[in-house]
DNA sequence: CTGAAAGCGCTTACAG
DNA sequence: CTGAAAGCGCTTACAG
């Protein structure tokens, strides 16, 4: 069935027909019915393949992810979801399947130029308005995508201000610190990723301005520096645990990290919050379940995707934005692993 | 830049440039090699919407969620993605948004009928080639589509034996339940979904056939009928170790379930799995990391989107194949919550 | 308020 | 081996 049957039927032109199907000029009203009527009956849908070719649109987001099966990108991609149906958009998704290849290399963005740039082209070649390109983990991927389109990098950022960036604001791990001193906690250890990632990096300073703004002196072998892993945080929760003043709470900077931290106390025989309290960062699903419940932060994930998303469609639309970084707040989500002195 | 400005600058025909791009007739090497050169050069990407709109296929295939956020439709999407990435087929993703409303009320697939039907014709809008239909639970959704179109149903089933299915197999429950009695347990509590369910009413049975098959006589009031939550795994492991004769080992049939079992014969004060045996059914992530790690069963959910997509590549070809329903088997993913006698 | 006609960027049957 | 031309299903400037 086309627009052109369904005029035929209605004995309308092809014109009168796409202009009731789109609202988009005065129509009366009684060709306006039998035209909707024959549509309805005939279940038309219109070709969007055809209506895309000719106005040289598509309303298509296309989304590369780094890696779906990761727990952030499914919360980022269902904020975009969500804006797609409210506002009549469409979401390709091409995912580049880094985690298979990339564990623990994060930072090699241009090993995956390839992989990348063939996305690219197959996204190009299907005329999406523009792209958003997620991270699966919040790191620089500086020159990973050169395109005219649209483009937005969430859950990442690049060295390029022009670049349009949506991410979630650091600040919260000075938070996190606070909020475990107000709990009665002086010695708090800190188990990172890597000192050159720059989420680590600004973590550790909210971490050390907390501690230094409470009048704690820094104890710098409290810091633990890693690689994000679950099996870092248990050896460097062993650490941690040995020393002869060791500390009554450990900032994981991931919740992978805080979990391992929690299994090396628990097989040296401590017991969780009782001996030590561990707080997390990134509100995986699972620390609803673990016991006991990880107290750690939520980045509002959802609303990166969704914010994503509505920059792509007001730059296409040509509504232009000065603002490039959009940075959200996260918050603390409270659960048992913290005790009070 | 288009196709007729490509051939413009080289000096020949759409029609030949068109060949050369398509590989679709002889064209000498010449020529071949001027035009591709001149593709290089402009980094010029055939507009696949014109095309679409020409060969009547666009290689894409929708694929609509019932819940994209969770972990096994994200499996399955990467398996649906791995087959497209090296068949040249695209993804267009629509979620359905289920678990917002749906929560514990899975059966009421009805209810979401408005909801379906708008993302049906979307996706027919779109000119998908095909249709994968992923359900958040493994259940009966019968009717949830109607369309022409290629169409599989996947992680749940319909009650048309013309739907192409494609799911994995109970039958593990069986082997769960036996690889239990060859550790030495004889008393083994089961806590089920709802009785209505195909996936526990089957799982039920291969639970019964391989005690029935060791010998054991079934304790009926060893089996705990729920509604798949973290609670009510919680709220069954508690009735079943208050019992007199209380069972050694649980089978919950999902992991979430099972970590309910665990967190409440551990706030009894036993220890897991000296006190308690405790087996799932998901391999979900969080069974990895908890303490200790929760013995399960995986589906191999990959595969399952991998033969959801090639079914509808074949189909969408005219490739007919006659069967309707693929079944996969699961495997044991041994961890550390049992106890062997 | 309505319609005839051009054109979006491709592919392909046909002719040479 | 190569090309002229029709057509996929829409939208929209233009004319009436």
Chains 1, 2 share one sequence.
Not at 200 to 208: C, P, T, V
Request: charged share 25%; glycine share 6%; proline share 3%.
């Amino acid at each position: 069935m086309t627009l052109k049957e369904i005029a035929k039927i209605a004995g309308v032109s092809t014109t009168t027909v796409s202009y009731v199907l789109n609202d988009s000029k005065k129509v009366s009203d009684e060709v306006k019915d039998k035209v909707m009527h024959i549509v309805q009956e005939a279940n038309y849908q219109p070709n969007r393949i055809a209506r895309s070719l000719r106005v040289n649109r598509t309303r298509t987001i296309g989304v590369m992810a780094e890696d779906i099966t990761f727990p952030s990108t499914m919360r980022i991609i269902e904020g975009i979801d969500r804006f797609a149906e409210q506002n009549n958009y469409n979401i390709i998704l091409n995912s580049l399947g880094f985690s298979d290849k990339l564990r623990h290399h994060y930072e090699d963005i241009h090993l995956y130029k390839n992989k990348i740039d063939n996305a690219l082209g197959i996204l190009i070649s299907l005329q999406v308005d523009g792209i958003i390109y997620i991270g699966m983990h919040d790191r620089d991927v500086s020159g990973a995508i050169h395109t005219d389109k649209p483009l937005v990098y969430t859950y990442c950022y690049t060295n390029d201000p022009k670049d349009y960036t949506v991410t979630y604001d650091n600040q919260i791990a000075y938070d996190m610190t606070r909020y475990l001193i107000e709990k009665g906690h002086k010695k708090i250890g800190i188990i990172s990723g890597p000192i050159n990632s720059t989420p680590s990096h600004k973590r550790l300073i909210g971490y050390q301005s907390a501690l230094n703004d409470a009048g704690i002196t820094l104890n710098l072998e409290y810091i633990q520096v890693g690689n994000w892993s679950y099996e870092f945080g248990y050896s460097a929760s062993q650490k941690l645990l040995l020393m002869e003043e060791r500390p009554t709470a450990i900032f994981a900077l991931n919740d992978y990290m805080a979990m391992g931290a929690i299994n090396a106390a628990m097989d040296m025989g401590l017991n969780i919050p009782e001996d030590l309290s561990v707080v997390g960062f990134d509100n995986i699903d699972m620390g609803k379940y673990t016991r006991p419940g990880l107290t750690t932060i939520d980045m509002p994930l959802e609303e990166m995707g969704r914010v994503s998303a509505e920059i792509i469609a007001n730059l296409s639309a040509d509504i232009v934005d000065e603002k490039r970084d959009y940075i959200f707040p996260c918050t603390i989500v409270e659960r048992k692993t913290v005790r009070v002195f």
